[in-house]
C-alpha cells in the first residue's frame, strides 16, 4: 500500500515537501478552494497517468524517494479516491501500464496486488447521476481489472479473485468521505455483467495449469458469477467455458475442490444458460474423456455422501450429453462401460469395473440406479447403441426388475443372497421406472424381449396386479403417483408396456400372448376394474389403464378372424358397457373421451367382420349406441367408419333405418346434417339454402386453393387426401349401403343436400380430372387433340352435372314452397269454416253485452253518445225529455245515412228516455 501511495504521490508533480502540503489544487479562477478540492481535484489523474508514462523509466532509481514519501500520506485518502466513479477511468489506465510493466520490474507486482485490495470495496459517487454518468468508465475499468489475469504472478491473480468476490458480499466502506456516498449494492454486478471479466477470467484458465490454487479460485469465482447471472453464463459459453472448465476439471488439485467447483459451473451454465450450447461443447470426445474418467473416479473410490453425489451430477451431465445426436459417447466406449452399470446388481458380471463395487443401498445409490435406467431410454434414440445394450443384457436387468416384489423379510437380497437390498421404497420405484423404460426400449429389443419370455412376465406380473393379496403401494416416486395403497401403479406400466409391444404388429408376439390367453385376462381385468366403486370412474389412472387395455385387445383381434371370436360374447358385453357412457363425462377432462374413442376402435378392430360377434352386438343394441354417439358429433370419423364396415351385414341396415335419435331425427338425416357441418367446416360454396352456387367448384373446399406448384408422383393430390380428411366418403358410402329412395323423415333441406351427396362420386372424378388439366399446364405439357378433346369433354360432362344438380334443388324447393303455400291456404280455409260461426256469435254476445250496458246505466249512455258526437262532430243531436207521470222524454238524434236503434233506460226517478239514431 505504501508503495502505491508512492506512486501516485511522486507522479502527481512536485517535490516532498509540496506532495505533503499541496493536494489542494485551485479551483476557479479567483483561486478559491472547494470544500470537497482535496480529495476531487487535488491528483489530475490526465495529468498524473503522462507523468507515469514519462517517469516510468525513471522508478527504480527513485525507489527510496517513493518510500520516504510513503510516510507522509494518508492512506485514507488514496483508498478513497480508488473508490470514486470519476476517477476510476485514470485509475484503470495506470494500472494497465502498471501491468505492462510487471514483467520486467516485479516491484509492481505489490503495487497491483494493493490496488486491487482497494478495488474489492464499494465505489463512492458524488451524486446520485454518478453511476449512470461513469458507468461506460466503470464498465472500462472492470475490463481491465479482468485483463489483470495475464500478469504472471499468484499473488496479482489471488487478489484479483479476491476482489471479485467481494462484488457478491456487500460490507459497508470502513472509510467515507465527506460529500461522498457508497453505490448501490447491485451497482457493480450489473456494470460486471456488461464488461468482459467473466470471458477474461475463462480464458485465463488456459495458463493456470501449473498453479492449482488460482485455478480453483477461478473456478470460485465463475461459480459465483454463474450463480446468479444470465449474462455472465451467456458470455462464458461465448468463450466455450463449459468445454474449457470440462476439460480442466481433472488436472491436479491437492485440495480435491476443482472438480466439484468444476461440476458447480456446468450445472449453473445448464440452469441459467442456453442448454443446447453447453450440451454442444461437452460433446466433444475430449469432454466426454474427461466426464468419463471424473465419473469412473467417483463411483469406484468415492465412499463419502460428497462424492457419491458429485458422481450423480456428472451422471446427468452424461445424459444430457446423450440427447446429442450422434454425441461420440459410443466411440469413446463411456457408453458400453455405463451400460455395465446399468445391469448391475440385477445381473452378477465378470466385468472388472463391478467385480469390486460395492454398493450401500442408500439414497445417492438408488439416484444412481434411476438417473442410469434415464440415461437407457435417451440412449436408446440412437439405434446404434441398440448392439451395446444386447451385448448387456439389458433387456434382462429390465425383466428381473419389473418382477412383483418378493419378500425379503428373511434378510435375502434381490440377487438371492444375504447382504443389504433395496428398500421396499425403492424397489417399488425402480420397478415402475424400469416398466416405464421396457415400454419404450422393449419395442427396439424384440428379439432380446422374445427370447426373455417378456410376454410372460408381463402378464405374470398382471395378474399379479389384479390379485386380491395385500399390496401396500408407498406412491412416492413419479411414476407411482396415484398407486398409493395399492397395485394401480404396477398395472398402469404393465399394460403400457404390453400396449408398445403389440403396438408393433409383430406376429409371433401377439400369437404368443393369445396363445397364454392374454385376451380373456385382460377382459376380466377390464370388468373387473369396472366392477370397482363409483369414485374409480373419476380416476384419470384408471381411465388411462381402461382405454390401454382395449387398445391391446384391438391390435391382438384386428387382423385375425379366430381371435375376434375369443373375443366373444363377453367382449362384446364389455364394449356396450362402455358404449352406454353418459355424454356428459365426455368434455369432463379426466379422460372419459379418449376411452370412448378406444372402446370403438375395440368395436371396429374385434366385432366388426366376425359374424357371430356382429349379430351378438347387433342384439345388444349397439348399432343405436353408435349412432346415439353421432347425435352430438363425437368422434364421427372413427364412428362412421365403423358403422360402414357393419353395413356389410345385412340385419345391420334395418337397425340403422329403425333408429330415431333426439327430437325424432333418423339416420339418414343425421347423416345429412353431419355432411352439411361438415361442408361449412371446409368452406364448400353453397348459397342459404344449401344449393350448389358455382357448377364448376362443386365439392371444393376453400383449403383445396389452386397451387402453382406441381405434384410429385408419389404425393396424393389434394381431391385423393380429401377423400380421408373428412367425412363426406364415409356419408357417401354409408347412402350407397343404405339407397338415395324412400328414405323417410327427410326434410327440404335433407332433401337438397341428399342431391349432391348423391353425384359425390360424380363430382369427385370431375374434380381429379380437372386436377389432371392443371397438373398438365403447370408443367407445360400439351396434350394431343383426342386427348385435349377427352379432358374438355370430362370438364362440360362435370358442369354439366353440377348444373343439372342445382336446378334439382331449386327444383325441390320451389315444389316445397308451393307445398307450403297449399297447405297455408288449406289451414286458413279449415279455420275460417270451422271456427267463423263461432266468432259470429262472440261478436253478437259482445253487441248484446253492449246494448244492455247503454240501457241499464245512464252514465254509460252518456259515454257512448258523446263519443259518437266526438267521431262525427256535425251530426245535429235532438233532445226531447218527457217525465214519467203523464211525460215521456223522447230524444231524436239525427244523422245521416245511419241505421235505427231503439235503447230504453228505466231510471229510478220511473223515467223512460227513447233514443231515435
Known amino acids: 500500500m505504501l508503495l502505491l501511495e508512492s506512486l501516485i504521490s511522486v507522479y502527481c508533480g512536485g517535490d516532498k515537501n509540496k506532495h505533503h502540503t499541496s493536494y489542494e489544487c485551485p479551483s476557479g479562477p479567483d483561486n478559491v478552494k472547494s470544500p470537497r478540492s482535496q480529495f476531487t481535484t487535488s491528483i489530475v489523474y490526465p495529468s498524473a497517468f503522462s507523468l507515469f508514462r514519462n517517469k516510468v523509466g525513471n522508478i527504480m532509481s527513485h525507489w ?37 510493466r510487471a514483467k520486467a520490474h516485479p516491484e509492481y507486482v505489490s503495487v497491483l496486488c494493493d490496488a486491487l485490495k482497494i478495488c474489492g470495496l464499494p465505489f463512492l459517487k458524488e451524486r446520485a447521476s454518478d453511476e449512470i454518468a461513469y458507468a461506460y468508465d466503470v464498465k472500462e475499468f472492470l475490463s481491465v481489472m479482468g485483463c489483470l489475469m495475464r500478469v504472471p504472478s499468484v499473488e496479482v491473480r489471488h487478489e484479483l479473485c479476491s476482489s471479485l468476490k467481494s462484488f457478491y458480499s456487500h460490507v459497508a466502506p470502513r472509510h467515507l468521505l465527506d460529500g461522498f456516498h457508497p453505490s448501490n449494492p447491485g ?45 455472465n453464463c451467456a458470455q462464458i459459453l461465448r468463450a466455450r467455458g463449459a468445454e474449457t472448465v470440462c476439460l480442466t476439471m481433472n488436472q491436479a488439485d491437492p485440495s480435491g475442490q476443482a472438480l466439484f467447483r468444476s461440476s458447480e459451473v456446468l450445472w449453473n451454465l445448464l440452469e441459467r444458460g442456453c442448454r443446447e450450447a453447453v450440451t454442444r461443447q461437452l460433446s466433444t470426445m475430449q469432454c466426454i474423456l474427461a466426464l468419463k474418467e471424473a465419473f469412473l473416479h467417483q463411483l469406484l473410490r468415492g465412499s463419502r455422501q460428497y462424492d ?73 434414440k440412437d439405434l446404434s447403441a441398440l448392439q451395446l445394450f444386447r451385448e448387456g443384457r439389458v433387456m434382462l436387468a429390465l425383466l428381473t426388475l419389473a418382477k412383483a416384489p418378493r419378500n425379503h423379510g428373511n434378510g435375502q437380497s434381490p440377487r438371492g443372497g444375504a447382504g443389504r437390498h433395496w428398500s421396499s421404497g425403492q424397489q417399488e420405484a425402480l420397478q415402475l421406472q424400469a416398466l416405464a423404460t421396457l415400454a419404450l426400449v422393449g419395442p427396439l429389443l424384440v428379439e432380446d424381449y422374445t427370447s426373455c419370455q417378456g410376454n410372460t412376465c408381463l402378464l405374470l406380473l398382471l395378474e399379479w396386479c389384479a390379485g386380491q393379496d395385500t399390496y401396500f403401494g408407498q406412491g412416492h416416486s413419479f411414476h407411482g403417483a396415484g398407486g398409493r395403497g395399492s397395485k394401480k401403479a404396477q398395472m398402469r406400466y404393465c399394460v403400457r408396456a404390453l400396449r408398445s409391444m403389440t403396438a408393433l404388429e409383430d406376429e409371433l408376439l401377439s ?37 390401454d387395455i382395449q387398445l391391446v385387445l384391438s391390435a391382438l383381434c384386428e387382423t385375425d378372424l379366430h381371435r375376434k371370436e375369443l373375443f366373444g360374447a363377453e367382449g362384446v358385453e364389455m364394449a356396450v358397457h362402455f358404449l352406454k357412457m353418459s355424454p356428459e363425462k365426455f368434455h369432463s377432462g379426466l379422460g372419459h373421451n379418449r376411452l370412448i374413442l378406444s ?115 408419389g404425393q396424393p393430390s389434394p381431391a385423393v387426401l380429401d377423400l380421408s380428411e373428412n367425412l ?33 362420386l360424380d363430382f369427385k372424378v370431375g374434380e381429379v380430372w380437372g386436377e389432371v ?78 246494448y244492455v250496458s247503454r240501457t241499464s246505466d245512464y252514465k254509460v249512455l252518456q259515454v257512448g253518445t258523446s263519443n259518437q258526437h266526438h267521431y262525427n262532430p256535425s251530426a245535429p243531436v235532438y233532445i226531447t225529455l218527457h217525465t214519467h207521470k203523464h211525460k215521456h222524454t223522447h230524444t231524436h238524434v239525427h244523422q245521416h245515412k245511419r241505421t235505427h236503434k231503439h235503447t230504453y233506460l228505466n231510471t229510478n226517478t220511473h223515467k223512460h228516455v227513447k233514443t231515435h239514431t
Not at 514519501?69 to 476517477?87: D, P
Not at 364415409?730 to 341428399?754: E, N, R, Y
Open 64 to 100: 527510496d524517494r517513493f518510500a520516504k514519501t510513503a510516510f507522509h500520506l494518508t492512506g485514507s485518502s488514496l483508498t478513497a479516491r480508488f473508490q470514486i466513479l470519476k476517477e476510476l477511468s485514470a485509475i484503470g489506465r495506470i494500472l494497465n501500464i502498471c501491468a505492462e
Open 599 to 713: 372402446t370403438v376402435d375395440c368395436v371396429w378392430s374385434c366385432i366388426v367382420g366376425c359374424y357371430t360377434t356382429e349379430d351378438y352386438f347387433l342384439a345388444r343394441e349397439g348399432v343405436f349406441l353408435l349412432l346415439d354417439l353421432l347425435s352430438p358429433a363425437l368422434h364421427a370419423g372413427v364412428v362412421l367408419a365403423t358403422l360402414l364396415d357393419l353395413c356389410d351385414n345385412p340385419k345391420t341396415l334395418s337397425h340403422v333405418m329403425t333408429w330415431t335419435g333426439s327430437g325424432g331425427r333418423t339416420a339418414p338425416a343425421l347423416l345429412l346434417l353431419l355432411w352439411r357441418e361438415e361442408e361449412a367446416e371446409l368452406g364448400v360454396g353453397r348459397d342459404q339454402h344449401g344449393r350448389i352456387s358455382d357448377p364448376t367448384r362443386p365439392l371444393l373446399s376453400c383449403y383445396q386453393a389452386v397451387s402453382d406448384t406441381s405434384f410429385s408422383a
Open 511 to 547: 400369437q404368443d400372448l393369445c396363445d397364454q390367453g392374454a385376451i380373456g385376462q385382460l377382459l376380466g381385468v377390464l370388468m373387473q376394474m369396472e366392477d370397482g366403486t363409483p369414485e374409480e370412474d373419476q380416476d384419470p389412472i384408471g381411465l388411462e389403464i381402461k382405454s
Open 308 to 380: 457419491l453425489q458429485l458422481r450423480n451430477d456428472l451422471l446427468v451431465i452424461t445424459t444430457l450429453i446423450a440427447q446429442i445426436p450422434k454425441s461420440p459417447l459410443i466411440e469413446s466406449l463411456f457408453a458400453k462401460q455405463l451400460v455395465v452399470f446399468v445391469t448391475f446388481p440385477e445381473l452378477k458380471s465378470h466385468n472388472p469395473l463391478v467385480r469390486n463395487l460395492k454398493l450401500t443401498y442408500n439414497s445417492e445409490d438408488f439416484e444412481m440406479k434411476t438417473l442410469l435406467l434415464n440415461w437407457l431410454v435417451c440412449m436408446s
Open 728 to 760: 363426406r366418403a364415409k356419408v357417401f358410402s354409408i347412402f350407397c349401403k343404405l339407397g338415395f329412395h324412400d328414405l323417410h323423415g327427410l326434410s327440404t333441406t335433407d332433401h337438397v343436400t341428399l342431391s349432391i351427396v348423391k353425384r359425390y
Open 773 to 850: 388439366t392443371q397438373e398438365l399446364a403447370l408443367e407445360g405439357v400439351r396434350p394431343v387433340r383426342p386427348d385435349a378433346a377427352a379432358l374438355e369433354a370430362m370438364r362440360r360432362i362435370a358442369e354439366d352435372t353440377a348444373s343439372r344438380v342445382a336446378e334439382e334443388q331449386s327444383a325441390i324447393l320451389e315444389r316445397q314452397e308451393k307445398d307450403d303455400l297449399t297447405q297455408e291456404e288449406m289451414v286458413y280455409n279449415e279455420v275460417r269454416n270451422t271456427e267463423g260461426k263461432g266468432w259470429q256469435q262472440e261478436l253478437n254476445t259482445e253487441a248484446w253485452d253492449q
Open 187 to 231: 451497482y457493480r454486478l450489473q456494470v460486471l455483467e456488461q464488461s468482459c471479466v467473466a470471458e477474461t477470467m475463462v480464458l485465463s484458465m488456459a495458463t493456470l495449469e501449473d498453479q492449482p490454487a488460482v485455478r480453483l479460485l477461478v473456478l470460485h469465482t465463475l461459480q459465483m458469477m454463474t450463480s446468479t447471472s444470465d449474462a
